[in-house]
């Protein structure tokens, strides 16, 4: 075999090996339901970071997580659907999102549990279960929960009473409950809540706590009502094609790494919920406590109202995620 014939071969072995090693890596094109300077995409953030230092750490150059954007990119309300045909493969949302395409996902809205304490008693097996028959998607599990989902108001209120006949912009998760309690329901999308509450559209909203100022919502905040209610869903879903084409050392870091994140998102819940209290009270705005009898009658209210429509929906599942998620 001549030099120049040894070389052209060493040379193919070469590009065929680079070639394969480039093939290898597993891009994840990423969008969230909110945008990039959104308090809750900063736990999606640190997943991604988590995610990056982990697969450097194991499996170097095997694994990208492409964030391509929030709702600017893919309405919030299309991308679960966008990941089921393939139009990208991981989405950071939350229930009430696609909670039409799969109603069995409001269960975590009133779990009592932790997002990895929901894994380790099942709940996650049997979400991704019906996420892959439904939605063509992996359940990966639970980022970003404890912070309540709390009634802000334009105007006074000494009690439950004061909430009748309210009008109170909410997404779909939180009708039920606020028909029970009386008031009002309005869906309107996040973008278009500010305008809302300037034109006296609505006389309060619904949002998870700790939230609003991203919005510039609490400019416009004079009483909060307490305590919240539910337990705020913040999910990630992958398109199945996408999972099945990772080997299993990487699907196991993703899920292990949501775990970890999920922890941290808590604490960073905790922690916001506590300055949101702070700023708000130094703005002037008042915090209505209800009396343990009437906190009963709005919990109780919440609850059964979302169960109801998730029994509804879904007789059989609906009752075995109940047993699952109340302690």
Request: aromatic share 8%.
């Given at each position: 075999?001549?030099?120049?014939?040894?070389?052209?071969?060493?040379?193919?072995?070469v590009f065929s090996m680079a070639s394969m090693a480039e093939a290898k890596k597993i891009t994840i094109k990423a969008v969230t339901a909110w945008p990039k300077s959104v308090w809750e995409v900063g736990n999606f953030n640190k997943f991604m970071e988590m995610v990056k230092e982990n697969v450097e750490k194991?499996?170097?150059?095997?694994?990208?997580?492409?964030?391509?954007?929030?709702?600017?990119?893919?309405?919030?309300q299309e991308q679960v659907e966008a990941a089921r045909m393939g139009v990208v493969d991981m989405v950071f949302t939350t229930d009430g999102y696609y909670v039409s395409a799969v109603p069995e996902i409001n269960a975590l809205s009133v779990s009592m549990l932790d997002g990895w304490e929901e894994r380790e008693k099942g709940v996650n097996a049997f979400l991704d279960k019906l996420h892959r028959e439904?939605?063509?998607?992996?359940?990966?599990?639970r980022l970003g929960h404890n912070l309540p989902f709390t009634i802000y108001l334009m105007k006074s209120a000494k009690g439950l009473?004061?909430?009748?006949?309210?009008?109170?912009?909410?997404?779909p998760t939180l009708i039920g409950f606020l028909k029970k309690i009386g008031a009002n329901p309005v869906v309107i999308p996040p973008p278009e809540v500010y305008t809302a509450l300037e034109r006296g559209v609505v006389d309060g909203f619904t949002w998870p706590g700790g939230?609003?100022?991203?919005?510039?919502w609490d400019k416009m905040t004079k009483y909060v009502v307490q305590?919240?209610?539910?337990?705020?869903?913040?999910v990630i879903v992958l398109n199945q094609k996408k999972w099945e084409e990772m080997p299993e050392p990487l699907q196991k870091l993703l899920i292990e790494t949501l775990d970890q994140a999920a922890r941290f998102a808590k604490q960073r819940s905790l922690d916001l919920l506590g300055k949101e209290k702070e700023s708000l009270k130094a703005m002037g705005v008042q915090y209505l406590e209800l009396s343990p009898a009437e906190a009963k009658v709005l919990t109780d209210a919440a609850y059964s109202a979302l169960w109801d429509v998730i029994l509804e929906k879904s007789p059989v599942n609906g009752a075995k995620l109940r047993e699952m998620v109340t302690r």
């Open positions: 075999m001549s030099r120049l014939l040894k070389l052209l071969l060493i040379g193919a072995i194991k499996y170097p150059g095997e694994l990208e997580i492409q964030y391509l954007g929030g709702p600017e990119v893919i309405p919030n439904k939605i063509n998607c992996v359940y990966l599990g009473e004061d909430l009748k006949g309210l009008k109170i912009r909410c997404s939230l609003i100022k991203d919005w510039g305590p919240g209610v539910y337990n705020g869903a913040n």
